[in-house]
């Protein structure tokens, strides 16, 4: 790692991205601060640059120019895996579930990340290597309970609801362990009734788990309703940001973005 601490308060930070393809300036100077117990909506319309900075932020994209710090320290220069490594847990857009494998088997792979050896530890030190999965097998009964998919534990994930397949998608990001989540258009595709249910976990987790997160959503109702505070990006560029209502009241926002909606 590299930098020094620059905002020791803040869970995430972007520090000034600037992210070019060819001719594309996805990102243009794009700053943001995720603070700990914050539900940090980022909104804008399509091709803003949204899904741009989230992949700068887990390292899926490499910004020319600019820094990412976490907990205060640069983590400009690690790769994906050392990021989640870290905390910085990710669930993206779609279905990222095993279809034939159960709720509580897809939920057991999350865990692979954090497993500290593979085959060959499991089989020179079978003892320590079982505790190690005895822990995570339990930790995916909390997973289980905390996202209510007690009933759905031994169904494969394939035979469930779209809106129960991305909630053990969510199990299985928090597998990880995560001291921030990142979550990239999560109720795309939902029923209202979906919408609402995990909505709740999103709030749960900031709540009972004390995980702050970073939310890409399109659906400003929920937005406007769980977020503390909203960042609108537009043309690759940070237009405002501050509480819900004041994103809601921005003339900016209104002309480039909510229109009658924020009314
Ligand atoms: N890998 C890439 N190669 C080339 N151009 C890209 C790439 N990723 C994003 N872009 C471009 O960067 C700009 C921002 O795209 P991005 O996907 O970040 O927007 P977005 O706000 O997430 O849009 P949406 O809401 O439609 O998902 C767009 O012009 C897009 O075409």
Redesign the pocket.
């Known amino acids: 790692m590299v930098g020094k601490p620059a905002d020791a308060g803040a869970v995430l930070e972007a520090h000034d991205l600037c ?1 070019r ?2 001719a ?1 300036e ?2 243009k100077s794009v700053s943001l601060r995720v603070m700990p117990r914050q539900i940090h909506a980022v909104i ?12 700068c932020l887990s390292g899926f ?1 490499r910004p020319q120019s600019g820094a990412v710090r976490f907990m205060g320290e640069d983590i400009s220069t690690l790769a994906p895996h050392r990021r989640a490594g870290l905390g910085i847990s990710r669930t993206f ?1 779609g279905i990222q579930t095993y279809p034939s494998m159960t709720a509580r088997e897809n939920i057991l792979s999350g865990f692979h990340n954090r497993m500290k050896g593979g085959l060959f530890r499991a089989l020179l030190y079978w003892g320590p290597a079982r505790k190690e999965e005895e822990a995570f097998a339990a930790r995916a009964e909390d997973i289980i309970e905390f996202l209510e998919l007690e009933q759905e534990r031994h169904h494969p994930v394939g035979d469930m609801s779209y809106g129960m397949r991305k909630r053990v998608d969510l199990g299985r990001a928090l597998a990880l362990d995560p001291r921030i989540l990142i979550m990239d ?1 999560p109720m795309a595709g939902m029923s209202p009734e979906e919408k609402g249910d995990l909505a709740r976990f999103v709030l749960d987790i900031r709540d009972g788990l004390d995980i702050p997160i970073v939310l ?1 959503e ?1 659906d400003m109702e929920v937005v406007m309703d769980i977020s503390d505070r909203v960042t609108v ?1 537009d043309f ?1 560029q940070v237009i405002a940001s501050g509480t819900p209502d004041e994103v809601r009241a921005n003339p900016a926002v209104i002309a480039a973005y909510l229109g009658g909606e924020a009314a």
Do not use: D, R
């Not at 803003?48 to 900075?53: E, N, R, V």
């Open positions: 992210l393809f060819g594309v996805a990102l804008g319309p399509n091709g803003a640059g949204k899904s741009s900075l989230l992949n994209y857009q258009e890409v399109h990006i690759g």
